[in-house]
Antibody, heavy 121, light 105 residues
Framework: EVQLVESGGGLVQPGRSLRLSCAASGFTFDDYAMHWVRQAPGKGLEWVSG????????GYTGSVKGRFTISRDNAKSSLYLEMSSLRAEDTAFYYCAKDLYRSGLRYFDLWGRGTLVTVSS | DFQMTQSPSSVSASVGDRVTITCRAS??????LAWYQQKPGKAPKLLIYGVSTLQTGVPSRFSGSGSETDFTLTINSLQPEDFATYYC????????FGGGTKVEI
């Protein structure tokens, strides 16, 4: 079955770190770019970060640049998001998403179910 | 930074209606535009990319048009399963989503 499964979310204090993981199955993982997209409860979608198939092209939204690091392990068909210096405004559901393409950071044609990150003291 | 402005933010409609949602980009994006549908408690679903290309399995009552800064999603003959929130997304630069349009009864 073609799917993405996120893990690693939870409750974390402001200023602390958290690592999200996404396990992919059912498709050739290293044929596609991958992304993290978040959605605060009751709010809209926000692209967080994306990475090309070979990790050469990486991008971040401005509010997380310098705090979040995206990476992938093609041998394990896994995507990661290392989040540090977390803030209350980072509270959201974090979705792992597959790109339609290999290199450009473009469109999201497969999504996981999301993992909730809550930043609160 | 890119801004994507959707209108309306919500629309009331009935089964069988034609619904039109617009999306305006703060600068030209060529044809790098997609539309997504999201139902409560679910992940978004890609409907259309490249302005007008329907993703596999998406019903033909959905259509997209536009170029550069002004884009439209049209749903012909609205079905019960179409009541959801719709987002546009530009892909010319790092992805940016519009604020969403809720289609409700």
């Amino acid at each position: 079955e073609v799917q993405l499964v996120e893990s690693g979310g939870g409750l974390v204090q402001p200023g602390r770190s958290l690592r999200l993981s996404c396990a992919a199955s059912g498709f050739t993982f290293d044929d596609y770019a991958m992304h993290w997209v978040r959605q605060a409860p009751g709010k809209g979608l926000e692209w967080v970060s994306g990475i090309s198939w070979n990790s050469v092209s990486i991008g971040y939204t401005g509010s997380v640049k310098g705090r979040f690091t995206i990476s992938r392990d093609n041998a394990k068909s896994s995507l990661y998001l290392e989040m540090s210096s977390l803030r209350a405004e980072d509270t959201a559901f974090y979705y792992c998403a597959k790109d339609l393409y290999r290199s450009g950071l473009r469109y999201f044609d497969l999504w996981g179910r999301g993992t909730l990150v809550t930043v609160s003291s | 930074d890119f801004q994507m402005t959707q209108s309306p933010s919500s629309v009331s409609a009935s089964v069988g209606d034609r619904v039109t949602i617009t999306c305006r980009a703060s600068q030209g994006i060529g044809s790098w535009l997609a539309w997504y549908q999201q139902k409560p408690g679910k992940a978004p679903k890609l409907l259309i990319y490249g302005v007008s290309t329907l993703q596999t399995g998406v019903p033909s009552r959905f259509s997209g048009s536009g170029s550069e800064t002004d884009f439209t999603l049209t749903i012909n003959s609205l079905q019960p399963e179409d009541f959801a929130t719709y987002y546009c997304q530009q892909a010319d630069s790092f992805p940016t989503f519009g604020g969403g349009t809720k289609v409700e009864i």
